[in-house]
């Protein structure tokens, strides 16, 4: 069974910077392409980005990128959103997750963590 536990969410100004780590555990993570979403109040959970487990490739959400930055460690198990120039507008919860193919879409992402609230203030 994999597990999720994602860290480093908190409150930030805008213009601030925060890194989000998330530790898997239950399988070969160097296997597993990561994903990190998010979900502010009263919307939909939307695709942030993610990175596939050779770490050969990446993909952003248009409003993130230039800003977010996600990476991998396998020797650690965990892999991370830097977070840069953050916005009212980022202000959710934010989930990693893993799944069954290299995606955009929350469906093809069988395992979540609980997810790790970051709160940028204007």
């Known amino acids: 069974q994999v597990q999720l536990v994602e860290s480093g969410g908190g409150l930030v100004q805008t213009g601030g910077s925060l890194r989000l780590s998330c530790v898997f555990s239950?399988?070969?993570?160097?296997?597993?392409?990561m994903g990190w979403f998010r979900q502010a109040p009263g919307s939909l959970r939307e695709f942030v980005s993610n990175?596939?487990?050779?770490?050969?490739?990446?993909d952003y959400t248009d409003s993130v990128k230039g800003r977010f930055t996600i990476s991998r460690d396998n020797a650690k198990i965990t892999v991370y959103l830097q977070m840069n120039s953050l916005k009212p507008e980022d202000t959710a919860v934010y989930y990693c997750?893993?799944?069954?193919?290299?995606?955009?879409?929350?469906?093809?992402?069988?395992?979540w963590g609980h997810g790790t609230q970051v709160t940028v203030s204007s």
């Open positions: 239950g399988r070969d993570f160097s296997m597993h392409d």
């Open positions: 990175i596939r487990w050779k770490e050969t490739e990446t």
């Open positions: 997750a893993t799944g069954r193919t290299f995606s955009s879409s929350a469906v093809n992402y069988d395992y």
